[in-house]
């Protein structure tokens, strides 16, 4: 793990010159002046993960994303989030170019798409770099430096598993235990897990050259498989848990196995039982939905790299690149049902016995009663989500000299297909059939059986404690389908010359100018394509209709970059030099941006540098974000401050937001927390944009040593986003502000959730602002103990200042640094201290040894927010050690195992978790939240 923001391995061979990361000006310098930590091919073994998002989020700079461990809001892809502003906001190369969106509905760049196997290095930038490489740099840049001009046949085989014990320091596993005694069906306590969440894959590298060394070409094949795990397979994601005075207690969902049913006319609950009567509903019927939750989501993928070149004289080289890459995988939840639907029953219903009919007021023929169903569908199993994303990358180009000016010019086309599908979802018109049943004959019948609406209805009895039947779920479930597809197509020229060889130089400096200017042309498309019951919102239980979207865009660049040597060699100035970049952004929707950048390096001697920058970038809007029609998706809250029988919000307040006298202390909250809002683009936004600041030095005191410290400070102003609809309904009930009270929309029971005609508008807006600072420190230190081998000893570590959102302007910002709210605004946690620290021993017997601490200071819950249990308003320090040995067994063959978490410490639980980052009470992309994990390499090469 490389520290010390070098952007290459080891200097070059007779000092050749190179391009490194931040630039596009070939250097003998490959110190950036930008903060900048790289991480080298084995520093990824060491890791031991083979996904490289996983690799990523362990670096103090880098925040939670998309990742296996993300099930309700999974998007079937893998990001990267830098600093924690925003995977849209960080920019992911490959090589020095730029990746597609990764899919129609997730338009960040799919690490999936990036075999951990090929590559050879990653550089991981703050600060920027908008002018150097386009929209998209507002946190900085990652790019993945990838193995080529390979000579040989490597085979790299992997495999791991988790190890766990089932001993939850907060007693979550004897909670479970005494829940199953009453309800053995919903709660089980697991057992010890030897070897479990299993993962294997497998690569093949092939490379040679040709034509006397002009030409190389190099293939690499990759496959690669992950088990699901489930929540019921750890203790402490065994059920749901909710905080009380009392402690932790595991809550649920209304939406129950035996049904929740609510009589519109009395307002009373009722569920069903095993004989076919009404019992009342209570809080232990609610339903434990988190076992059936994938923790770990399963995936397949597979892939084939080639890249060749040749050179065609001393001046020209050609080159290529093509990938292929396809990544299969499903996210798992609870079963789907009825979700609080409100339908019509009849006094002719056969289904109903007559205490159910009494029950919902029926008491006579002609009788009719709205009722309120909520029914889990445990008979059909968890709701899944299925994603396949097909990614294609080929790109060309020719490189070399003319004169004393180097040139690149390529051409890159990518595109990536997608397929989705919602596996065991009900569907809402076809539920409205099933449940409208009359006798014919002394036969249950749909209604629309006979007047012949729908000849194929099967009625669906959830009146009746085991009356479901396979012909029934036949009928009444249905899949949503959706077919998409993200392109893009670039074409980008650049020259780049030294000018010391025209004699333009500053008198005080040995080397001369150099420069760098180029154009780009990028075209960026969008297409989603849902069938009818995805885009209809037919799917209960389902977030929200999949809308959709199509959408182009054009962008064209010029761009330049100057890099001046202004002293070198003298006293107190070994090296100052400075670089200037401005890029000219044109949109085909209409709008134009200016991106710069300025840096300084200063190194007064061999033992100290100093630099700094200024930049400013910017993020245009995705196709998404502008295109996408406006549907109805879930927000996360306590509680509707006006539901439940004592409202915490007064009438008053309450009827700003459309409740009425008659509906205040009637109405019913959501058990589940979640509540309706409305989402879509919008094509008036305009870019974001960012400045940032960084000052450093890097000090090497002594032989082998060499210690960073980077301050950074980010500010993006326009940000694309919309009011949270919490904030929405807080101001509302505030002030009785017709901009905010306007927005929300109740069901006609006064709900924010329960019927579809209840949200809380909240499309994209050009709105608020964020801003992150602090500071990085580095070190690493190298030396022998004379017979006892050779140690080294790196250091990678953040401390986070400030990270404030203001969410409208005008109103207070809200810091974050140090803390979480899975249900609030800071989201997932923010510790004020990350590190990386890991101890390499080359022992004199030929094998490695490595031991790694990563640290998590403790993080409090977000100011405003409460919780009754002590663990929720403060999730702990947190420590993992992982352990790490390689050994040449022969010249060709080497092989590496660890152990990660290496003492199988449990993450931090909360009931704050939310969802999205947030799984199995938890945050599981962020913490170590499967146990000790147990990892083996062996690479073969001939």
Sequence with gaps: MQVVAHAQEAAPEALQKVEVTGSRIPTLNTESISPMVSLGSKDIKL????????????LPQVFAAQSGNVVNGASGTATVDLRGLGENRTLVLVDGRRLPAGSPGSTAADLNQIPAALIKRVDVMSGGAGAVYGADAVSGVVNFIMIDNFEGVQVELNGSGYNHQQNNPHGIGDLVQSRSVGNPAQFQRPGNKSFDGRSKDASLLIGGNFAEGKGNATVFFSYKKDDALLQSERDFTSCALTASAAGYGCGGSGTNATGRFVNTKTNAIYTATANGDPRAYTANDAYNYGPINHLQRPSERYGVSASARFDVNDKIRVYSNFSFHDNTTDAQIAPGGIFGNIYTLRYDNPMLSPAMKNAFSLFAPGDETDVVVQRRNVEGGGRVALFNNTSYRMMFGAKGTVGKWNYDVYAQTSKVRYAGSS????????GAKALDVVNVNGVATCRSVVDGSDPNCVPYNPWTLGAVTPEQLAYIQTPGQTYGHTAQQIQSGTLAADLGDYGIKVPGAKSGVGVSFGVERRVESLELNPDAPSANFDLDGAGGPVVPVKGRYVVKDIFG????????DRSFAKLLSTNLSFRHTDLSTGVTANTYGAGLMWQPSSMLSVRASHQKAVRAPNINELYSPAGNNLFNADADPCAGASPTASLAECARTGVTAAQYGNIQDSPAGQYNYLAGGNTNLK???AKSNTFGVVIAPMRNLTVTLDYFDIKIKDTISNVNPLTTLNKCLESGNSLYCSQI??????TLWLLPEASIVGTNVNIGSMRTSGVDVGASYDFRATDYGRFSLMLNGSLLTKFEVEELPGEPAYDCVGKYNG??????????WRHKLRLNWGSPFKADVALTWRYFKAVDLEDGATSAVASDRRLPATSYFDLAASY????????????NNLFDKDPPITSKYGVGQGNGN????????LGRKLFMNLTARF
């Excluded at 596996?423 to 076809?430: G, I, L, M, P």
């Excluded at 938890?922 to 939240?929: I, L, N």
């Design 47 to 58: 890791d031991g993960v083979r996904n490289v998002e996983s690799l990523l989020n362990n």
């Design 423 to 430: 596996e065991n979802y009900f569907s809402k018109e076809r």
């Design 561 to 568: 970059e100057v890099q001046i040597p202004l002293l070198e």
């Design 687 to 689: 870019p974001e944009t």
């Design 745 to 750: 929309t109740r069901d006609r029971l006064g």
């Design 823 to 832: 249900d609030g605004n800071c989201d997932q946690p923010r510790p004020k």
């Design 888 to 899: 040449p067994v022969t010249k060709q063959i080497s092989v590496m195992a660890g152990i």
């Design 922 to 929: 938890t945050f599981p992309s962020t913490y170590d939240a």
